[in-house]
């Protein structure tokens, strides 16, 4: 979810993508309902592999594959490499192509979107 609150809201039509991941949650309002946050995301996740999505773990985005004016893709580094001097790295960022790229982060929000990431 990225952010550290224990319970997460789902607007209606969401409460279909939890009947379906198998994860309990409260009607709090008409059209509103509240799962437990780590719940949702670690169920959202296993779903995911177990439909054949690959995660790239310790790696970091740093921008998009365009072809033919739509995002194909996503240029990754190891994280590792962003806290090391530039003079001393060596490790070129991988781009990587996809039919669907999810991004589970705010990182290609911000990048896409309009406004500026510090008025969220």
């Given at each position: 979810m990225g952010v550290p609150?224990?319970?997460?809201?789902?607007p209606r039509p969401g409460e279909r993508i939890l009947d379906e991941i198998?994860?309990?949650?409260?009607?709090?309002?008409?059209?509103?309902?509240?799962?437990d946050g780590p719940h949702v995301s670690s169920k959202l996740i296993a779903s995911a592999l177990d439909a054949g999505a690959k995660v790239v773990n310790m790696t970091k985005f740093d921008d998009v594959v365009i072809r033919d004016g739509k995002v194909a893709g996503v240029v990754i580094n190891w994280t590792p490499v962003s806290a090391l001097p530039r003079a001393i790295t060596c490790v070129d960022p991988v781009a990587l192509e996809?039919?669907?790229?999810?991004?589970?982060?705010?990182?290609?929000?911000?990048l896409l979107n309009p406004w500026k990431k510090e008025e969220w």
């Open positions: 609150y224990e319970q997460t809201n789902r198998g994860v309990p949650y409260k009607k709090v309002q008409d059209g509103l309902f509240v799962a996809s039919k669907i790229v999810i991004d589970a982060t705010d990182t290609m929000q911000w």
